[in-house]
C-alpha cells in the first residue's frame, strides 16, 4: 500500500490496523491471503456506518418517533414514544436484543407516524 491510503481518515489506531491488515493479507508473508479466498464485505452503498451504540438506523428511528412525540403530546404519554423520551434503559436493552414486542412497538409506531 501506498504511504497515503486512506487519505480522508484521521491517522490513528483504527487507520494503522486497517492499513496493516490489508497490507499483511496482499503482502507474500505470514497474513498473506490468496486473492481467491478474499472477501470484501460493504454496508449498503459502499460506505461504512456506525453500529455502536446502535446502528444508525435505530438512531434514525429513535429520532423520528422522539421528534413525532414532542409534536404530539397525546404520543409523549405511549410507550415507546415515553420510553424513548425517558431513555428507558431496559426498553433500549430489549430493542438492542431484538425482542419481538420491542421491535413490533417501533414497528407500530413508524406505522402511525
Do not use: C
Not at 87 to 99: I, L, P, R
Amino acid at each position: 500500500m501506498t504511504d497515503d491510503a486512506l487519505p480522508s481518515w484521521i491517522d490513528g489506531p483504527a487507520k494503522s490496523a486497517v492499513v496493516g491488515f490489508v497490507t499483511g493479507a496482499t503482502t507474500p508473508g505470514e497474513d498473506f491471503i490468496e486473492p481467491a479466498d478474499r472477501i470484501a464485505v460493504f454496508d449498503n452503498d459502499g460506505t461504512l456506518w456506525i453500529e455502536q451504540p446502535v446502528p444508525i438506523q435505530l438512531d434514525f428511528i429513535f429520532r423520528a418517533l422522539a421528534h413525532a412525540a414532542q409534536n404530539d403530546p397525546d404520543l409523549a404519554g405511549q410507550d415507546p414514544y415515553k420510553a424513548i423520551l425517558s431513555g428507558d434503559k431496559e426498553f433500549f436493552a430489549a430493542v438492542g436484543q431484538q425482542q419481538p414486542a420491542a421491535i413490533r412497538a417501533l414497528e407500530e409506531a413508524l406505522a402511525r407516524t
